[in-house]
C-alpha cells in the first residue's frame, strides 16, 4: 500500500515570489510520482511525472520537482509565480509494477497568490 | 482534441432518486475510472474499469454502480442518493497493461447536488 502526505495545506504567496509545495511519499514497492493541478470547477491536469532518470523533473507553467528517494520526497517548486497559478495542487504516487495505474493522492495544498 | 468529457458538468436531484452520470473519451484509452472528490479533499478512487473488467473499491458503497457499455463510454449510477453523496464526481482515463506509467486524464467533472 502506499500513502502520500502534503505537508502544507494552504500556501500564501506573493506574485513573482517562488514557492515549493511539499510532498513526502510511503510504499513497499517502486512507485512512479505525479503532480496534478485543479483549478476551481475543473478537473485535475497533468503538471509533471517522474518514472526514472534524472531526478530533476520539468513540467508545464515552469514548475519542476526533485525526487529524493533517501527522504521519499518529491516537492514542486516555481522559481516565479503569477496570479493564475492560484489552484489546488496535488501529489500522487502509483506502483510501477502493477499493470493498472491507480493513483494514490495526498490531502492538496491549496496555492494563494495574492498581488 | 482528444479529451475526456463529462455530462453533465452540474446535476440536481432529490434525496433518493436516482441519478446517472456520464463521461465519454476520444483518448481510446482502455482504462476509465471514477473518483469521489468532496470538498477540500483529495478524489477518492470508487472504481475502474480495466478494458471490460469492473474493479471496485473495498470502501464503496454499494449505492454506487458503474456500467461500460463500449470503450468510449463509462456511467456512474447512484441508485438512492443520500446528503453525503453530494460531490464533484471525476472521470478519467489512461493506458493500462505495459503502460502503467502512463498518467490518467480528466474530464471536468460533476458537480452534484442533493436535495
Known amino acids: 500500500a502506499q500513502s502520500v502526505t502534503q505537508l502544507d495545506s494552504q500556501v500564501p504567496v506573493f506574485e513573482e515570489a517562488p514557492v515549493e509545495l511539499r510532498c513526502n511519499y510511503s510504499?513497499?514497492?517502486?512507485?512512479?510520482l505525479f503532480w496534478y493541478v485543479q483549478y476551481p470547477n475543473q478537473g485535475l491536469q497533468l503538471l509533471l511525472k517522474?518514472?526514472?532518470?534524472?531526478?530533476l523533473v520539468k513540467g508545464i507553467n515552469g514548475f519542476e520537482a526533485e525526487f529524493n528517494k533517501s527522504q521519499t520526497s518529491f516537492h514542486l517548486r516555481k522559481p516565479s509565480v503569477h496570479i493564475s497559478d492560484t489552484a489546488e495542487y496535488f501529489c500522487a504516487v502509483s506502483p510501477s509494477k502493477a499493470a493498472g495505474n491507480k493513483l494514490t493522492f495526498g490531502g492538496g495544498t491549496r496555492v494563494l497568490v495574492k498581488p | 482534441d482528444a479529451m475526456v468529457i463529462q455530462n453533465p458538468r452540474y446535476q440536481v436531484t432529490q434525496f433518493g432518486k436516482p441519478v446517472t452520470l456520464s463521461c465519454s473519451q476520444t483518448?481510446?484509452?482502455?482504462?476509465m475510472y471514477w473518483y469521489q472528490q468532496k470538498s477540500s479533499q483529495a478524489p477518492k478512487l470508487l472504481f475502474h474499469y480495466y478494458d471490460k473488467d469492473f474493479n471496485n473499491e473495498a470502501d464503496t458503497p454499494d449505492n454506487f454502480q458503474s456500467r461500460r457499455p463500449n470503450t468510449s463510454f463509462c456511467f456512474l449510477d447512484i441508485r438512492s442518493p443520500g446528503l453525503g453523496d453530494a460531490a464533484m464526481y471525476l472521470c478519467?482515463?489512461?493506458?493500462?497493461?505495459?503502460?502503467?506509467?502512463?498518467?490518467?486524464?480528466f474530464g471536468d467533472g460533476t458537480r452534484l447536488s442533493i436535495l
Open positions: 517522474y518514472l526514472s532518470g534524472s531526478t
Open positions: 478519467a482515463t489512461s493506458r493500462g497493461g505495459s503502460y502503467s506509467n502512463q498518467p490518467q486524464h
Open positions: 510504499s513497499s514497492v517502486s512507485v512512479y
Open positions: 483518448l481510446n484509452h482502455n482504462v
